[in-house]
């Protein structure tokens, strides 16, 4: 299997980050790292210089356009305020381990109080805009983020499109928005992948299977990848604990429950489709 978005060289695993990936390779689990801003990018790949199975991406996340500080749920974020630095960017896109431009895109949840909202969702469509440049420049896919921003997401996705650019299109990671807005993505070439977070209990005003889980079962296996976002969003049973790239054999059990599939039909699409998308052996 492939974890298509993972943090493994995050801090969360300063003192096991060695161990965590051969645990996942020993598992049959393959592994994309991903970058967020200028040094878990370089440092991204760094380590998937030390192992076969494992590649990264570089990018700059929509959190990283200001600085702003909140509680994550393992751990406290402070994030500075930087800018996309293309022809940092593009040295390290040369590297023939880095598989993709991201994560990057729009997050109108996450904008600070006292932060000009509108000058900063600006900001983050510029930001995003050169990184979207660069990945058609290099013919790499984008990793998007996105949340409470669908509509202007697959309005700026197709806008490149449609001047021709993006061939290699993208995935929208850790997807959560509606079955509307997953079908607009598809519709423009762009998967969805999903997380840990479809494994979770639906809420009592959902009924016995949550909005979440209903995308996954509209959603075509072809479209579709698999993630973990690891150290974050730990699917059940090990829901609260600290995440881990081989947790997203969870996944693809409540994928394949979902849909009323086998787990290997499951597993043998998606990871057709992550190697395809990013170009892997």
């Not at 695993?13 to 598992?27: H, P, Q, T």
């Not at 896919?141 to 949340?147: A, Q, S, T, Y």
């Not at 150290?231 to 997203?248: A, D, I, M």
Request: glycine share 6%; hydrophobic share 35%.
């Amino acid at each position: 299997m492939i974890d298509t978005h993972c943090h493994v060289h995050f801090r969360a695993y300063k003192d096991d980050m060695d161990e965590v990936i051969k645990r996942s390779l020993e598992k049959g689990v393959r592994m994309v790292t991903v970058g967020t801003q200028s040094t878990t990018s370089k440092n991204g790949i760094e380590v998937a210089e030390k192992y076969d199975g494992v590649y990264t991406t570089i990018g700059l996340h929509p959190n990283h356009t200001c600085e702003q500080h909140f509680e994550d749920e393992l751990e406290e974020i402070k994030t500075r305020c930087e800018s996309f630095d293309v022809e940092y960017y593009r040295e390290l896109g040369k590297h023939p381990k880095v598989v993709a431009i991201g994560e990057c895109g729009l997050d109108y949840y996450r904008i600070p109080e006292e932060v000009d909202r509108a000058a900063l969702i600006v900001k983050q469509k510029e930001e995003l805009r050169k990184q979207l440049s660069l990945a058609d420049e290099l013919n790499l896919p984008v990793v998007i983020h996105c949340r409470d921003a669908h509509t202007d997401q697959v309005a700026m996705l197709k806008e490149f499109i449609d001047a021709g650019k993006l061939s290699r299109r993208g995935v929208i990671h850790c997807f959560t928005g509606t079955i509307e807005e997953a079908r607009a993505y598809h519709a423009i070439g762009f998967l969805t992948s999903f997380t840990g977070i479809i494994t979770f209990p639906p809420r009592k005003s959902e009924g016995k299977i949550s909005s979440l889980q209903q995308v996954v079962r509209d959603c075509p296996l072809e479209m579709m990848m698999l993630e973990t976002d690891a150290p974050y969003l730990t699917p059940e049973p090990f829901r609260g604990k600290r995440n881990e790239p081989w947790y997203v054999q969870f996944v693809a059990a409540k994928v394949a429950a979902l849909k009323n599939i086998s787990v290997e039909e499951v597993d043998k699409v998606t990871t057709t489709n992550a190697e395809k998308l990013f170009g892997l052996k």
